[in-house]
T-cell receptor, first 116, second 114 residues
């Protein structure tokens, strides 16, 4: 299965600033996704990262707050903008591989964001 | 809206015990059900289930899916302290705008004491 390198692993940020998280996949994946896991909660899908075009956001998530890029099949970034303490969460990218008889999901190692 | 409910939400056992974790779901167009183990940040894959009644096994872990009753169970036998983690159940919808999206349950927090 594909391996996803995600960075940073953790960060502490001031209110009002932004944090950009990067995910690099070691092979081409069909689709890439970004999830948020708030403290004590499960994973919630933020958006689908589309190669070369605007991401597709889930209800409750907007581009101005969570701009996403995916310039090629193996790389994506998520920016969390205008940070507030409510943004303190774990952010995870995920890739879906669907090719040549192989099918499966892989997750990045996660970014733990604390906003102070 | 797709929905996944896990039970129990937390479970405390002693080493050697056997545990059963439950996952029920509602999904418009079901493709698969997945189980993950989350110890720190990243979920690690355990099983993907697509067919009813076929048990999947990996060491002390096993899982089965019932597509008629819309649930799955994850069994862990002879538990060890290293099994302590959050166990997540997710469903995958098939096709259309839901392709590739996973809906997760709340998770079961398993604590195994020595």
């Amino acid at each position: 299965s594909a391996v996803i390198s995600q960075k940073p692993s953790r960060d502490i940020c001031q209110r009002g600033t932004s944090l950009t998280i990067q995910c690099q996949v070691d092979s081409q994946v069909t689709m890439m996704f970004w999830y948020r896991q708030q403290p004590g909660q499960s994973l919630t899908l933020i958006a689908t990262a589309n190669q070369g075009s605007e991401a597709t956001y889930e209800s409750g998530f907007v581009i101005d707050k969570f701009p996403i890029s995916r310039p090629n099949l193996t790389f994506s970034t998520l920016t969390v903008s205008n940070l507030s303490p409510e943004d303190s969460s774990i952010y995870l990218c995920s890739g879906l591989l669907s090719a040549e008889g192989r099918y499966g999901y892989t997750f990045g190692s996660g970014t733990r964001l604390t906003v102070v | 809206e797709d929905k996944v409910v896990q039970s129990p939400l937390s479970l405390v056992v002693h080493e050697g015990d056997t545990v059963t974790l439950n996952c029920s779901y509602e999904v418009t167009n079901f493709r698969s059900l997945l189980w993950y183990k989350q110890e720190k940040k990243a979920p690690t894959f355990l099983f993907m289930l697509t067919s009813s009644g076929i048990e999947k096994k990996s060491g002390r872990l096993s899982s089965i899916l019932d597509k008629k009753e819309l649930f799955s169970i994850l069994n862990i036998t002879a538990t060890q302290t290293g099994d302590s983690a959050i166990y997540l159940c997710a469903v995958e919808a098939a096709g259309g705008t839901s392709y590739g999206k996973l809906t997760f349950g709340q998770g079961t927090i398993l604590t195994v004491h020595p």
